[in-house]
Protein backbone atom coordinates (compact mmCIF):
# COMPACT_ATOMS: atom_id res chain seq x y z
CA UNK A 1 0.00 0.00 0.00
CA UNK A 2 1.01 3.17 -0.81
CA UNK A 3 -0.32 6.93 0.98
CA UNK A 4 -0.38 9.94 -1.31
CA UNK A 5 -0.45 13.37 0.00
CA UNK A 6 -1.84 16.15 -2.55
CA UNK A 7 -2.27 20.00 -1.46
CA UNK A 8 -5.75 20.67 -1.54
CA UNK A 9 -8.49 23.46 -0.44
CA UNK A 10 -11.28 21.72 0.56
CA UNK A 11 -9.86 17.90 0.06
CA UNK A 12 -11.24 14.96 -1.74
CA UNK A 13 -11.15 13.56 -5.69
CA UNK A 14 -13.17 16.54 -6.83
CA UNK A 15 -10.94 18.56 -5.81
CA UNK A 16 -8.02 20.99 -7.34
CA UNK A 17 -4.77 20.68 -6.84
CA UNK A 18 -3.40 23.95 -4.30
CA UNK A 19 -0.83 26.14 -5.75
CA UNK A 20 1.06 26.11 -2.45
CA UNK A 21 2.46 23.10 -0.59
CA UNK A 22 3.02 24.67 2.34
CA UNK A 23 0.01 27.20 2.22
CA UNK A 24 -2.58 24.49 0.80
CA UNK A 25 -5.91 24.75 4.01
CA UNK A 26 -5.70 20.78 3.78
CA UNK A 27 -4.18 17.45 2.39
CA UNK A 28 -6.06 15.11 0.56
CA UNK A 29 -4.26 11.48 1.98
CA UNK A 30 -4.70 8.55 -0.69
CA UNK A 31 -4.43 5.22 -0.14
CA UNK A 32 -3.81 3.10 -3.41
CA UNK A 33 -3.21 -0.66 -2.92
CA UNK A 34 -2.92 -2.84 -5.85
CA UNK A 35 -3.93 -0.14 -8.43
CA UNK A 36 -6.98 0.52 -6.74
CA UNK A 37 -7.74 3.66 -4.32
CA UNK A 38 -8.62 1.71 -0.51
CA UNK A 39 -9.05 4.78 1.52
CA UNK A 40 -9.13 8.68 1.32
CA UNK A 41 -8.67 11.04 4.35
CA UNK A 42 -9.10 14.91 3.98
CA UNK A 43 -6.52 16.82 7.04
CA UNK A 44 -6.22 20.24 7.78
CA UNK A 45 -2.50 21.60 7.19
CA UNK A 46 -2.20 22.86 10.65
CA UNK A 47 1.29 25.13 9.35
CA UNK A 48 -0.76 26.87 6.56
CA UNK A 49 -0.58 29.91 8.76
CA UNK A 50 3.03 29.67 10.37
CA UNK A 51 5.03 32.84 9.43
CA UNK A 52 8.27 31.04 9.53
CA UNK A 53 9.54 27.63 8.91
CA UNK A 54 6.24 26.04 7.62
CA UNK A 55 8.65 23.87 5.00
CA UNK A 56 9.95 22.26 7.28
CA UNK A 57 7.01 21.75 9.42
CA UNK A 58 4.41 20.42 7.10
CA UNK A 59 7.29 18.16 5.80
CA UNK A 60 7.71 16.63 9.19
CA UNK A 61 3.60 16.64 9.56
CA UNK A 62 3.84 14.66 5.79
CA UNK A 63 6.38 11.93 7.25
CA UNK A 64 4.67 11.30 10.68
CA UNK A 65 1.33 10.57 8.73
CA UNK A 66 3.37 7.58 6.78
CA UNK A 67 3.17 9.63 2.88
CA UNK A 68 5.12 7.53 0.56
CA UNK A 69 4.36 9.82 -2.25
CA UNK A 70 4.12 13.77 -2.44
CA UNK A 71 2.39 15.23 -5.92
CA UNK A 72 2.46 18.83 -5.47
CA UNK A 73 3.20 21.57 -8.14
CA UNK A 74 5.57 23.74 -6.44
CA UNK A 75 9.28 22.83 -5.07
CA UNK A 76 10.14 23.34 -1.13
CA UNK A 77 13.15 23.79 -0.97
CA UNK A 78 13.27 24.04 3.29
CA UNK A 79 11.34 20.39 3.41
CA UNK A 80 12.82 18.85 0.35
CA UNK A 81 15.46 17.68 2.48
CA UNK A 82 13.20 16.28 5.49
CA UNK A 83 11.03 14.87 3.04
CA UNK A 84 13.36 12.64 1.27
CA UNK A 85 14.96 11.69 4.32
CA UNK A 86 11.53 10.24 5.03
CA UNK A 87 11.39 8.19 2.34
CA UNK A 88 8.79 10.43 0.53
CA UNK A 89 9.06 11.09 -3.41
CA UNK A 90 8.18 14.13 -4.40
CA UNK A 91 6.69 14.08 -7.99
CA UNK A 92 5.55 17.60 -10.05
CA UNK A 93 1.96 18.05 -10.89
CA UNK A 94 0.21 21.00 -12.56
CA UNK A 95 -2.32 23.04 -10.29
CA UNK A 96 -6.02 23.12 -10.82
CA UNK A 97 -6.42 19.72 -12.03
CA UNK A 98 -8.58 17.55 -10.04
CA UNK A 99 -7.16 15.06 -7.56
CA UNK A 100 -8.63 12.29 -9.42
CA UNK A 101 -7.14 13.63 -12.75
CA UNK A 102 -3.63 13.32 -10.74
CA UNK A 103 -3.61 9.88 -8.98
CA UNK A 104 -5.41 8.74 -11.96
CA UNK A 105 -2.46 10.23 -14.26
CA UNK A 106 -0.01 8.64 -11.48
CA UNK A 107 -1.24 5.47 -11.15
CA UNK A 108 -0.87 5.11 -15.33
CA UNK A 109 2.52 6.20 -15.88
CA UNK A 110 4.93 3.73 -15.86
CA UNK A 111 7.70 5.93 -14.01
CA UNK A 112 5.14 7.61 -11.77
CA UNK A 113 7.20 11.29 -13.36
CA UNK A 114 5.01 11.98 -16.39
CA UNK A 115 2.10 14.07 -14.83
CA UNK A 116 2.55 17.41 -16.13
Given at each position: ???IAIP???GGLED???????RAETFTLVEVK????????????PHKN???GAGSKVAIFLVNNGVNILLTPMDCPK??????AGGVKIIKVK???SVKEVIEAFQS?????SLQ
Amino acid sequence: MIKIAIPTSKGGLEDKVHESLVRAETFTLVEVKDGKIERIEVVENPHKNEPYGAGSKVAIFLVNNGVNILLTPMDCPKGKAILEAGGVKIIKVKQGKSVKEVIEAFQSSSSGYSLQ
